[in-house]
């Protein structure tokens, strides 16, 4: 499974799910995105800076033993899902709606994570 | 159209696509001509758009706002750096303050993100009313909260969940001296980035859950200016996110 497919299938998966996106905090990218075709560049580079706000505010703060960090960033609009392994710069993001449940969402995010790690 | 090498491999048509609008992102001008419809990175950069086109027009125009994917549009009549009438906005004009402007402008804007501006009419009619706002007293208007904001009540339901909190704008803080130290760090490290990255706004209202420990995670709510970090048992997550949820029903 391709990137882009393992991103297809974690949008799919999650009802309301406008954006699943690969990214790496150093480089400030997102690499790979699935999104309908009205998302704009804009709006990936302010997630893509969003995660990286978030990861660098809780380094050294958090469980250093603990396989993933996330951040989850709910606006008047929506809810943003930024995860990634413990200590990595590559992340997955989600756009969700902001009645998403992240109970359920940060779990298929760390799953289609490790495939990715898997599969580098 | 250049037809295409035949022993040359091309990217996938979706990977081509991208990579053309990429290409022409970069070959456009800052300022993009009417008719194309503009990007904005939050809902506040949007109405600041929107102040800038009166910032842009010196003779007189009438410049029609449309919102993607939606059918209505503002028409602003613009003169001399001057907003002298809006329609499409339920506003009382002759009492209406730039600050009232800003704000039914950003309400009728409904948090979009992406705008046209296209001009409708180059002689308009002007209002016989000699109110209008300029666009430095716009901007002043978008740039001060409102003097009469009210702080939700978020702020002091974080504190009373929270094992501890800072308030980064006036450095008020209870709690442990660890989850303090912590709570200092994350301050830094954003105050930090922040300054780095332009992508980001302060000024969106959010809420953000960081995960800390199994036990813990950190809060930060952000509204209106004002900054508050927070360390919160982890019980406190589902609460704190129907807070939210509340808080912008409400709003």
């Known amino acids: 499974m391709t990137v882009a497919d393992c991103l297809e299938a974690l949008r799919s998966d999650i009802p309301g799910c406008q954006v699943a996106a690969f990214g790496d905090v150093a480089a400030r990218l997102i690499l790979k995105a699935s999104h309908d075709a009205a998302m704009s560049r804009e709006k990936l580079d302010g997630l893509c800076a969003e995660a990286a706000r978030c990861f660098a505010m809780t380094v050294g703060t958090g469980d250093p033993k603990a396989a993933t960090q996330d951040s989850i960033v709910m606006t008047a609009q929506d809810m943003r899902v930024y995860m990634r392994a413990q200590g990595r710069a590559d992340f997955i993001c989600l756009l969700c709606t902001l009645d998403s449940n992240p109970e359920e969402v940060v779990p298929k995010g760390v799953a289609a994570l490790s495939q990715l790690a898997g599969d580098a | ?251």
């Not at chain 2, 939606?70 to 602003?76: F, G, I, S």
């Not at chain 2, 409708?120 to 001060?144: D, F, G, H, I, K």
């Not at chain 2, 960081?210 to 360390?231: D, H, K, R």
């Open chain 2, 1 to 251: 159209m250049i037809a295409p090498r035949k022993d040359n491999l091309t990217a996938p048509e979706a990977e081509v696509a991208d990579a053309r609008v990429a290409l022409q992102r970069l070959a456009a001008p800052e300022v993009q001509a009417y008719g194309a419809w503009r990007s904005f990175g939050s809902a506040v950069e949007a109405v600041r758009a929107v102040i800038g086109e009166v910032g842009e027009v010196v003779l007189a125009r009438t410049i029609a706002v449309s919102v993607r994917d939606r059918d209505a549009a503002l028409l602003l009549t613009i003169s001399n750096r001057h907003l002298v009438a809006l329609e499409g906005l339920s506003l009382d004009a002759n009492n209406a303050d730039a600050q009232d402007v800003v704000a039914t402008i950003a309400q009728a804007l409904d948090g979009a993100e992406s705008l046209r501006f296209d001009i409708v009419a180059r002689t308009p009619e002007m209002p016989s009313s000699a109110r209008s706002w300029s666009c430095q007293a716009l901007l002043e208007a978008l740039e001060a909260p409102r003097e009469n904001a009210v702080t939700p009540g978020i702020f002091a339901d974080v504190k009373a969940l929270s094992v501890a909190w800072l308030d980064v704008e006036t450095g008020a803080e209870a709690g442990a001296e660890a989850a303090l130290r912590a709570l200092h760090h994350m301050a830094k490290a954003r105050g930090v980035f922040v300054g780095q990255v332009d992508q980001f706004r302060q000024d969106r209202p959010h809420l953000a859950l960081f995960s800390m420990t199994e036990q813990n995670f950190a809060v930060e709510v952000s509204w209106q200016g004002t900054l508050l970090l927070a360390i919160c048992e982890a019980s406190k997550r589902e609460e704190l996110r129907a807070m939210w949820r509340g808080l912008v029903a409400e709003t």
